[in-house]
């Protein structure tokens, strides 16, 4: 069989990989890069599928990686689409409360955008009126002026174009299937891959590899499904993002009201407990012996109701309608004509890391290494935002 050797080799080619490559190319042009990618282009599944929302930074606890790496990655990845001519819609956000109950959490959420360095602040109703006329709070509502939207398969695009420009290889239907040796692994084409340094950046698929590695041993991921709404109507109802107010216990926003980079308003999303890894419609790509890894997990949390899962499981079957679904974003704003939003977006999964140990879903980014391979395990939102960012870290800190 074929053997090819390398002196980087990166699995999977979504905004991580590709960020990955990219940082690597900057600091090694003569090295020989290399980048598997299992579909037939670049960000077919999460990356790809990105609400393309690049967040402010102020969700996060200080002391976490998400909170390090949000703010520098919203303005790196704006700076990048100015420089490559690729639109930003600098819409903004609010975030509202719907009950007096939620206003602490506006503080809170403040309070850590303020020790992120995030620019945020608290406003009233008057001030929200002037800044979004159709969004309604009760008594404040944080507004987050630094919070954009991008077309994500524009960047991914352009950054894969920006790599082939570079020399490095890209083979596309080509995944990852074994590990051979330390250094060496398997294709799904028959190809022996040899590499100084592996990176695994494969989303959905990232813990099972990292285990032949022997990383990840206390987690595996679970899927869940997001699903947009979007509006035809002939004006828009809001001209900026607009969110409830987080239950801090779990990773998933709650639906709001996105702004796309063209304009176009959607809400969303779901948060659906998915039975395997690609569950996106019907059948396809069922795979039964993750849907039995799967099934036992979420067995598990719906049993001890861990993080609320049982709730949680039983309110994102509901948004399946469309009336539902509706009802629950027109608690964010004064009107809302729900017969215009009518039609649902493609689906995306979100790659959610479970610890396997606490039964907890693990809120912040992942990555587990050593001097031959990185995993990065749980790049759920915001890795888009922070992709520039957060992989110029793991190069500096699993690389010579």
């Known amino acids: 069989?074929?053997?090819?050797?390398?002196?980087?080799?990166?699995?999977?080619?979504?905004?991580?990989?590709?960020?990955?490559?990219?940082?690597?190319?900057?600091?090694?042009?003569?090295?020989?890069?290399?980048?598997?990618?299992?579909?037939?282009?670049?960000?077919?599944?999460?990356?790809?599928?990105?609400?393309?929302?690049?967040?402010?930074?102020?969700?996060?606890?200080?002391?976490?990686?998400?909170?390090?790496?949000?703010?520098?990655?919203?303005?790196?990845?704006?700076?990048?689409?100015?420089?490559?001519?690729?639109?930003?819609?600098?819409?903004?956000?609010?975030?509202?409360?719907?009950?007096?109950?939620?206003i602490p959490l506006l503080y809170e959420l403040e309070k850590r955008g303020q020790a992120n360095n995030v620019d945020i602040r608290l406003i009233d109703e008057k001030e929200l009126a002037d800044i979004e006329p159709n969004a309604c709070t009760t008594g404040y509502a944080l507004y987050s002026p630094s919070t954009a939207t991008v077309d994500p398969m524009a960047i991914l695009q352009c950054l894969k174009n920006d790599l082939l420009l570079k020399g490095i290889q890209i083979s596309f239907n080509e995944g990852y299937k074994k590990r051979i040796e330390t250094d060496t692994i398997l294709t799904t084409k028959g190809r022996f891959i040899s590499a100084g340094m592996i990176f695994n950046t494969a989303g959905l698929y990232a813990d099972r590899i990292a285990r032949d590695f022997g990383f990840s041993d206390k987690y595996v991921i679970i899927p869940f499904k997001g699903l947009y709404l979007k509006y035809s109507g002939p004006e828009p109802p809001v001209k900026i993002n607009v969110y409830p107010v987080p239950d801090l216990r779990n990773p998933f926003l709650g639906?709001?009201?996105?702004?796309?980079?063209?304009?176009?308003?959607?809400?969303?999303?779901?948060?659906?407990?998915?039975?395997?890894?690609?569950?996106?419609?019907?059948?396809?790509?069922?795979?039964?012996?993750?849907?039995?890894?799967?099934?036992?997990?979420?067995?598990?949390?719906?049993?001890?109701?861990?993080?609320?899962?049982?709730?949680?499981?039983?309110?994102?079957?509901?948004?399946?309608?469309?009336?539902?679904?509706?009802?629950?974003?027109s608690k964010l704003v004064k009107h809302l004509p729900d017969r215009a939003f009518n039609q649902w977006s493609k689906p995306g999964i979100r790659a959610q890391l479970l610890n396997t140990e606490t039964l907890e879903l693990v809120q912040d980014f992942v990555v587990e290494g050593d001097k031959h391979s990185v995993h990065v395990l749980n790049a759920v939102s915001p890795a888009f935002t922070c992709s520039f960012a957060i992989s110029e870290w793991i190069i500096n800190y699993f690389t010579i």
Request: charged fraction near 25%; glycine fraction near 8%.
């Open 1 to 102: 069989m074929q053997g090819v050797e390398t002196d980087y080799l990166v699995i999977g080619a979504g905004i991580i990989g590709l960020t990955i490559a990219r940082e690597l190319a900057l600091r090694h042009p003569h090295r020989k890069i290399l980048v598997i990618e299992n579909e037939k282009d670049v960000g077919l599944h999460s990356s790809g599928r990105n609400s393309g929302v690049l967040h402010a930074g102020f969700y996060y606890s200080a002391d976490s990686l998400k909170a390090r790496f949000t703010k520098e990655g919203n303005a790196r990845m704006k700076r990048f689409c100015h420089d490559q001519g690729l639109p930003v819609n600098e819409c903004h956000k609010v975030v509202v409360a719907t009950r007096p109950e939620e």
């Open 255 to 329: 639906v709001h009201f996105t702004v796309t980079v063209s304009g176009e308003v959607k809400i969303g999303p779901t948060a659906i407990p998915a039975l395997w890894r690609e569950n996106y419609k019907g059948f396809r790509h069922f795979d039964p012996e993750e849907f039995l890894q799967i099934l036992f997990y979420e067995s598990r949390l719906f049993a001890n109701n861990a993080f609320g899962f049982r709730t949680l499981a039983f309110s994102e079957i509901k948004k399946y309608r469309k009336k539902h679904f509706i009802h629950l974003a």
